[in-house]
C-alpha cells in the first residue's frame, strides 16, 4: 500500500471512526513515547500532556494536521534517534505502508530502552466481510500474521484480537466515505445495506523490550 497521504490527503480525511485502538493504547502509555507514523494525530489527542511525546511521519501534510509537537519529519525505517532513549513505541496503523515491516520494527527496537514497550495493529484480511466478501488484498503487515513478525524482533509480544460488530454506518453517505478511506471500490457502496453494521477484525500487538 503505497502511502498516498500527500497525494491524496482527502482519503484519508473522508472518514474517521468514532473510537478505534488509540483508546487503549493512550491510556496504557506514560512516555517517553514515540509515534511513529502519528499521522494527524489521534494518539497524541488522547494523551495527557504530562506524558512526554514526539510524533514521527514521512508526511508533511498530515503533520501540518497535526496540533501537537514536537513532530519530526521522517521516515520509520530509518530513526533520527539514539538507542535506547524511549519507554514507549507505538506504530499504529502504518506498518503495512513498508515493504518489509521489520526494518521498522527493528528501528522501533533499537530507540527503545530495555523494558520499554512497543504497540502496534493493524486489521486482518478478512476485516469488513459486509464489503469485502472476498477478503482484502494481502500486506506486508495484516492481523493473521502481525504477531509472528513482531515476535522475530521481539522476544516476548503478545496479541489482542478483536472480531466483532461494534458501529453502524448510518447513511448512504457514511458508506461511501468509509469505501473512500478504506480505498473500497465505490460500486460497493451502493450496493450496501444501510445501516451497515460491520464486522472489524484486527490485532493489537504489544511487546517489551528485555
Ligand atoms: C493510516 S495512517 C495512521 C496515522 C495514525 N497512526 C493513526 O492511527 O491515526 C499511516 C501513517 O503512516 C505514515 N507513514 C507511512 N509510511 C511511513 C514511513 N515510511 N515513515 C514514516 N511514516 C510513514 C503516513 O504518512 C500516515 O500518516
Known sequence: MPPDYDTDPERWKSWQPQRDVHEIV??????????????????????????????????????????????????????????????????????????DPLDAIREAWRVLRPGGRYSACTAARTNDPELMWDGYPPTPFDAEEAEAIVSSVFARAE?????????????????RAYCRHHSIPPERAEAAEVPLWLTKRGVLVRATKT
Open 26 to 99: 493512550a491510556s496504557e502509555l506514560s512516555g517517553p513515547t514515540l509515534d511513529i507514523g502519528c499521522g494527524d494525530g489521534r494518539l497524541a489527542s488522547l494523551l495527557s500532556h504530562d506524558v512526554s511525546w514526539v510524533g514521527l511521519d514521512s508526511s508533511r501534510t498530515q503533520l501540518a494536521a497535526n496540533p501537537r509537537r514536537p513532530v519530526v519529519l521522517a521516515d520509520m525505517r530509518q530513526l533520527p534517534f539514539r538507542d535506547g532513549v524511549f519507554a514507549e513505541v507505538t506504530h499504529l496503523w502504518c506498518l503495512y505502508h513498508n515493504a
Open 159 to 175: 496479541q489482542q484480537s478483536w472480531d466483532d460488530k461494534y458501529f453502524p454506518l448510518q447513511t448512504r453517505e457514511e458508506v
